[in-house]
């Protein structure tokens, strides 16, 4: 199986999963001098507000929230997106340590962490599991944690990581709005793009936040607490470092909102 040590990480995925070597993979190195400022971009525009988020878990590869994406309460639209999208989950990536640990870059320059807001396609697709195989099926929206001051809300989240610690635990988690984690602009750089882990399935309209938010190293701690490994494994491996280093742009154009 696949994941982020030195056998099993991105640079063995290919060999499972060919489309890693593809056209269209993420993440990327965005470069703000080289984006496409598009007037025509409209804003983005999210409706968390009946959020309806069910579990947290741990899949093995990162801290999952799961939403009920029954129908559209939860959605994105607007930007570069023609539907609403509809959220399914959010998870992070991280470091083992400050400066690395986020999967798009800027400019070079890694964040120690980075969210991710999954939306499908419900107006095209029948499931999310369809949606993920087509090329406009997904809307991922992309956040970089820095560390800085404590963040307000996030504490919702880790607090609740002791009981998700081991691979294939999971809890209620009922009642949070991801609302909460957004920075204050949502200005954003978008191209296309895939899954970040395998299958790697170049499927993904990516909207990466410019605006990061801050959380605090203790915070941050806390997700290395979790492991990569089942309670019933002997071998106990720290979760983190769990991200994918850029990939090639292919002639890809990352366009900016204004
Ligand atoms: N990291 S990401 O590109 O936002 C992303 C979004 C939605 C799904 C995935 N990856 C997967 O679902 N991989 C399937 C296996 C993971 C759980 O075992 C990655
Ligand atoms: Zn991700």
Not at 156 to 163: E, G, N, P, S
Not at 196 to 221: C, R, Y
Not at 224 to 253: C, Y
Request: aromatic letters at 10%.
């Amino acid at each position: 199986h696949w994941g982020y040590g030195e056998g099993d990480g991105p640079s063995a995925w290919h060999k499972n999963y060919p489309v890693a070597q593809g056209s269209r993979q993420s993440p990327i190195d965005i470069i703000p001098h080289q984006a496409l400022q598009d007037r025509s971009l409209g804003p983005i525009v999210l409706n968390y507000d009946h959020c309806t988020s069910i579990n947290i878990s741990n899949n093995g590869h990162s801290v999952v929230v799961e939403f009920d994406d029954s129908d559209d309460r939860s959605v994105i639209q607007g930007g570069p997106l023609d539907n609403p999208y509809r959220l399914k989950q959010f998870h992070f990536h991280w470091g083992g340590k400050g400066c690395e640990g986020s999967e798009h870059t800027v400019d070079g320059y890694g964040y120690a962490s980075e969210l991710h807001l999954v939306h499908w396609n419900a107006v095209k697709y029948c499931s999310f599991g369809e949606a993920s195989t087509a090329p406009d099926g997904l809307a991922v929206l992309g956040i970089f944690l820095e560390t800085g001051d404590d963040h307000r809300w996030l504490h919702m989240i880790t607090d609740a990581l002791y009981m998700v610690k081991f691979k294939g635990s999971g809890t209620e988690f009922k009642g949070f709005n991801p609302k909460c984690l957004l920075p204050s602009s949502l200005h954003y750089w978008t191209y296309l793009g895939s899954l970040t882990t395998p299958p790697l399935h170049e499927s993904v309209i990516w909207i990466v936040l410019k605006e990061p938010i801050a959380v605090s190293e203790k915070q941050l701690g806390k997700f290395r607490l979790l492991l990569f490994t089942g309670e019933e494994e002997d071998q106990r491996t720290r979760m983190e470092n769990n991200f994918r280093p850029p990939q090639p742009l292919k002639g890809r154009k990352v366009r900016s909102s204004n």
